[in-house]
DNA sequence: ACGCCCGCCTGTAAGC
DNA sequence: TGCTTACAGGCGGGCG
């Protein structure tokens, strides 16, 4: 389940390996990861001979900007991995998209559960943003701003604090799991209703939120017990060892040492401390 | 506007 | 042991 820090982990190991090097051939072996393209073959004749020149996110997707201003974008959905191979070493098992490079070997594209994509959109002329992303809200980390007027979108609302923090349209790039932890950094309930926040209560989310993402990304992200999160090269994050709550049930909070509770809303697991979280 | 639910998927684990 | 069921949750869509 990758979410911004995941994917700003990937994408710093992707400017770096694959930045300034040309695609040289690109194999689509799974159609649904590339679904946007109705004919897999203009996706694949839309990327060889091209170079990737930067990188870019945007929440929880790694847009790779090609050498004709087209954009190579990467959602991982709930099980995408980007890979960084040898043509030698065997493929993984759901392997969908290999793209090979001039003298950098292979990006793969492994996506089990295929909620995943990979799409290569047009950014509008005058302005770079890409309509395909133009659904998205702010991007906690790139685009900071004071809490006042964080403050200010917040109070606008009127729904739960974890729906809303999830809600891509609002804030870009939280998921389930930094949901939790940035809630219980906090102090703030998941269902506490978002407009009942005070000033003091609107800095300290704000605060904890990009603490939070900012410590995830330092430690290169989270893998939970099935690993299912990998790195460009293979390696799982670190960040789950300083884990408050999130998949620790029954554990002692941190904080004040009563058990973390694990409620359902909506469906999704919610993990917090009923006593330090009012 | 909000809060639900569903469908899309596969791997893993728990239950009978 | 072997089958069935639940769960994991990102995201778009639908419905009340």
């Not at 559960?113 to 959109?121: I, K, N, P």
Request: charged share 30%; glycine share 8%.
């Amino acid at each position: 389940m990758p979410e911004l820090p995941e994917i700003e982990t990937i994408r710093r190991d992707v400017d770096k390996e694959f930045v300034g090097k040309k695609i040289k051939r690109v194999e689509v072996t799974g159609a649904r990861s590339v679904r946007r393209h109705p004919d897999a073959s203009e996706f694949v004749a839309r990327l060889e001979g091209r170079k990737v020149v930067g990188t870019v996110r945007r929440g929880k997707y790694l847009l790779m900007r090609l050498d004709n201003r087209e954009v190579l974008v990467a959602h991982m959905g709930m099980s995408g991995q980007l890979l960084t191979a040898t043509p030698k070493e065997p493929r993984p098992k759901h392997t969908h998209v290999v793209i090979s490079f001039v003298a950098a070997g292979e990006l793969r594209f492994v996506d089990p559960r295929t909620f995943g994509e990979l799409f290569v959109a047009v950014p509008h002329a005058l302005e770079e943003e890409l309509a395909e992303l133009a659904h998205l809200g702010f991007d906690p980390l790139e685009d900071q701003m004071a809490w006042t007027q964080f403050g200010q979108l917040l109070t606008a609302r009127k729904t739960k604090l974890k729906p809303l923090i999830m809600d891509q349209h609002f804030i870009a790039g939280i998921g389930n799991m930094y949901a939790d932890e940035i809630l219980f950094a906090a102090g703030l309930r998941p269902d506490r209703s978002s407009e009942t926040l005070t000033a003091q209560e609107i800095r300290r989310l704000y605060r904890s939120m990009v603490e939070t993402l900012t410590e995830a990304v330092k430690h290169r992200g989270s893998s939970l017990a099935d690993e299912q999160y990998r790195d460009l090269f293979g390696d799982i994050g670190a960040f789950q060892r300083l884990h408050n709550v999130y998949d620790r049930e029954g554990e002692a909070c941190p904080r004040c040492r009563s058990v973390i509770s694990r409620v359902k809303y909506g469906g999704r697991s919610s993990f917090f401390c009923a006593h330090c979280q009012v």
